[in-house]
DNA sequence: CACGTCATGTAACCTGTTACATGATTCC
DNA sequence: GGAATCATGTAACAGGTTACATGACGTG
């Protein structure tokens, strides 16, 4: 559901083709909501069905075509009202938690791995995030400059704040995922003892 | 995918009919892997075909019927297998986060509700998991007495140290979750002053 | 003329969500 | 006799995953 808004989101700033989209998503909002373009292209056409982007055939070259999508009004307000509205939360289902609370049914061996691949999962992640955040800081990343190059002064502050704020929630968590992961390891090792 | 695999670590404990497992399920597993008795019973069901658990038909009362099930040798085995491969994370898909990023697009108010409910949301989960982090500290999850109950002494510590290393895990989001929100209130107030 | 990248998907499948459905048994 | 709880699902749908598919354009 989340995906829809996500779009939007990029949408706003200005149109774009649904390939630039995707570009676009995948170096900014696709840190926080990943989608495969599988997902991106039909996603777009629905919400083209609803009325909340339009998008123009262009043409390209001789024969080749490409769409250009725009917010409309309705998607504006459907972007409002989104952010405006109670999330819903997921239930949770954290498959390595879930692994962790079991680890004595295997060997101390098979659980440090596990652990060594989660802290190699969320360094992965973190760095990943940790690179928006320069970003961010640097005003280097593409979408936020397009976002801001059409954002009255009074509201870059705000915006690049939330951004920020964003994306240190993110950091933040992969370190705890990593602290808590070497915890495990050392915990191993006690009980390997 | 994971389901399969929080069912079998409640079954290998000992035998359970589906309701009993559905329940040990919601007050231990659960909390850490949520699923609806509408995609357990037929998971079970699923399971059985491959193998991995078997049931035998009780009876109960004149007419009623329940179906006891059983961890197999290859449940086992695949319970252990799981245990020992490669987790696949799921990539990131974090609507709080997402919505996080862009709430200069709405109202100040409307931003701190968000972050309220955020607050909301996580201090009823931490309250859950602290909770079980006290059954467990004393022993009185109903789950834990019954896999004490067929654990060698020698595994009884490994088996308390890594269900209280799992909640401790989830405590600490939940903490950190409420941190950030927290401090997401801090950063409305003064944007909006 | 070959390769990268522009451009856009379809199809099958799995997992999970929501709502609904039904009847038996046990205990007060 | 009525309520709680035992006992087990089905059906429809939404959302996400994986694999595959196709062709045009631009540049060296």
């Given amino acids: 559901m989340s995906l829809r808004y996500a779009l939007l989101a990029i949408l706003r700033v200005g149109p774009l083709s649904g390939y630039d989209l995707q570009k676009q998503f995948h170096q900014s ?23 909340l982007i339009e998008g123009e055939e262009q043409t390209r070259g001789e024969r080749g075509t490409r769409r250009m999508y725009h917010v409309t009004e309705a998607g504006d307000r459907a972007f409002v009202e989104w952010m405006d509205a109670p999330l819903d ?12 609370a079991y680890l ?5 061996d098979s659980a440090r791995a596990f652990l ?23 005003v280097a990343n593409p979408m936020l ?24 929630g993110l950091v933040e968590r992969a370190q705890a995922e990593i602290a808590w992961a070497r ?9 390997d003892a």
Avoid at 89 to 100: E, K, S, T
Avoid at 104 to 108: K, R
């Fill in 29 to 51: 909002v696709g840190h926080v909501w990943h989608a495969p373009d599988s997902q991106i292209y039909p996603e777009l056409r629905k919400m083209e069905q609803l009325g």
């Fill in 89 to 100: 939360y997921q239930r949770v289902r954290d498959p390595a938690h879930l692994r962790a």
């Fill in 145 to 168: 400059v397009r976002r801001l190059a059409v954002t009255a002064d009074a509201d870059r502050e705000r915006t690049i704040a939330y951004k920020r704020f964003a994306y240190e």
């Fill in 183 to 191: 915890r495990g390891l050392a915990l191993v090792d006690r009980l």
């Fill in 104 to 108: 004595e049914a295997t060997t101390p």
């Fill in 116 to 138: 060594q691949r989660h802290i190699a999962q969320w360094e992965s992640e973190l760095s990943q995030w940790e690179g928006e955040l320069d970003r961010i800081d640097a």
